[in-house]
Structure formats: structure tokens, C-alpha cells
Nanobody, 119 residues
Framework: QVHLVESGGGLVQAGGSLRLSCVASGAMHSIKAWGWYRQAPGNQRDLVARITNEGDTNYGDSVKGRFTISRDNAKKAAYLQMNSLRPEDTAVYYC?????????????WGQGTRVTVSS
């Protein structure tokens, strides 16, 4: 069983910064990719940032230049540094991994952490 725990969300003023963390535990031999997604009320869940095991990254257009994703393979953790936050960044942020045990790989989601940016 794989478990993801996100942390670091909260209330911040526009222009401020937050750092989200996601730690994975459970029966996995490797993690092929980490992703951060967000979902605002009434909206679909969208990709914010993604990083592969090789270190390749991609970002949603609205966060490019402001957010940075990183990971620590030894700690089975990923991070999302969010700078220059805007009210439109307000959402629940979810961590997702593509974790593998042997030749079987599956997607796993965390429970989400709420980010609120006040104007």
C-alpha cells in the first residue's frame, strides 16, 4: 500500500511564498515521476508541475517562472516552491506519483493541502 502525505499549505498574502512537501511511503521500488496538481472550486484538477526520475520538468503555463518543483529520491519526497503567489493560485494542491513495484506501475494521489492567497 502506498501513502502520500502533503504539507505546507496555508494562507498567504499575494506576492508571498509557500513551499509544499509531499512524502511517499509504502511498497514501491521506484518512483518514475512526481506531479503537483491543483483544483479550485468548480474547476477541474489541473497540472501545476511535474518532474520525472531523470529530472525533466514541465509546468503549467500560469505558474512558469514562479513555481519550482524538485524531488529528493533518497527521502521519497517532492517539493513545490511557490513564489509571487496570486489570488488565482488559491486551490487545493494534490501530489501524485507514478510509483512502481517490480514491473507494475500505478498512479497514487495524496489527500491534498489547501493554499489560500489573499489579495
Amino acid at each position: 500500500q502506498v501513502h502520500l502525505v502533503e504539507s505546507g499549505g496555508g494562507l498567504v498574502q499575494a506576492g508571498g511564498s509557500l513551499r509544499l512537501s509531499c512524502v511517499a511511503s509504502g511498497a514501491m521500488h521506484s518512483i518514475k515521476a512526481w506531479g503537483w496538481y491543483r483544483q479550485a472550486p468548480g474547476n477541474q484538477r489541473d497540472l501545476v508541475a511535474r518532474i520525472t526520475n531523470e529530472g525533466d520538468t514541465n509546468y503549467g503555463d500560469s505558474v512558469k517562472g514562479r513555481f519550482t518543483i524538485s524531488r529528493d529520491n533518497a527521502k521519497k519526497a517532492a517539493y513545490l516552491q511557490m513564489n509571487s503567489l496570486r489570488p488565482e493560485d488559491t486551490a487545493v494542491y494534490y501530489c501524485k506519483i507514478n510509483g512502481c513495484s517490480g514491473f507494475r506501475c500505478s498512479d497514487y494521489w495524496g489527500q491534498g493541502t489547501r493554499v489560500t492567497v489573499s489579495s
